[in-house]
T-cell receptor, first 109, second 113 residues
Framework: GQNIDQPTEMTATEGAIVQINCTYQTSGFNGLFWYQQHAGEAPTFLSYNVLDGLEEKGRFSSFLSRSKGYSYLLLKELQMKDSASYLCAVTNSNYQLIWGAGTKLIIKP | IAGITQAPTSQILAAGRRMTLRCTQDMRHNAMYWYRQDLGLGLRLIHYSNTAGTTGKGEVPDGYSVSRANTDDFPLTLASAVPSQTSVYFC????????????FGPGTRLTVL
């Protein structure tokens, strides 16, 4: 079957750095997305990786290793507003988007 | 309108009743999607449409139907609601299908009693 694994919950301190991991097993691969979802709101797009390596966008970076079926989202200089769920999703060979259950990130002062 | 809108924002529905959730986008995106999101589970695709006039079944289509008469609108109908359909429903759209970024509406919180 197809599977996306992420930790259920993580806690970090304001101003620190946190890495959220995502491993996937899908029938083929055509790209990996990270979305942010605040409680009670819709998911919003953060990043897209289709080639191996690191994509940096301000305080957020996303890394992909296709050979390992692995990605991470790195959040630097954490702010209280970063408290949210982070969703990993993979496009498979049929161009279906497979979603992970999300990682709830709690930021403490 | 800017982006994707959904209506209603929330609804409480008696089991057995028919309900249509509305979704409209003004981005001229070809592809549209309906997901449900339940606690502890990832977003699950109910139905999708790659272009106006065509629809397809997703992972959990049973009990739901959709239509795509034009580019902008993609309503989701529950013919006879059951309590297991209690969920948050999100509509999304993208310009070229699943290889392109999906943009989400604000969601509809549905409770079936």
């Amino acid at each position: 079957g197809q599977n996306i694994d992420q930790p259920t919950e993580m806690t970090a301190t304001e101003g620190a750095i946190v890495q959220i991991n995502c491993t996937y097993q899908t029938s083929g691969f055509n790209g990996l997305f990270w979305y942010q979802q605040h409680a009670g709101e819709a998911p919003t797009f953060l990043s897209y990786n289709v080639l191996d390596g690191l994509e940096e966008k301000g305080r957020f970076s996303s890394f992909l290793s296709r050979s390992k079926g692995y990605s991470y989202l790195l959040l630097k200089e954490l702010q209280m507003k970063d408290s949210a769920s982070y969703l990993c999703a993979v496009t498979n060979s049929n161009y279906q988007l497979i979603w992970g259950a999300g990682t709830k990130l709690i930021i403490k002062p | 309108i800017a982006g994707i809108t959904q209506a209603p924002t929330s609804q409480i529905l008696a089991a057995g009743r028919r309900m249509t959730l509305r979704c409209t986008q003004d981005m001229r995106h070809n592809a549209m999607y309906w997901y449900r999101q339940d606690l502890g589970l990832g977003l699950r695709l109910i139905h999708y449409s790659n272009t106006a006039g065509t629809t397809g079944k997703g992972e959990v289509p049973d009990g739901y139907s959709v239509s795509r008469a034009n580019t902008d609108d993609f309503p989701l109908t529950l013919a006879s609601a059951v309590p297991s359909q209690t969920s948050v429903y999100f509509c999304a759209s993208s310009s070229q299908g699943d290889t392109d970024t999906q943009y989400f509406g604000p969601g509809t919180r549905l409770t079936v009693l």
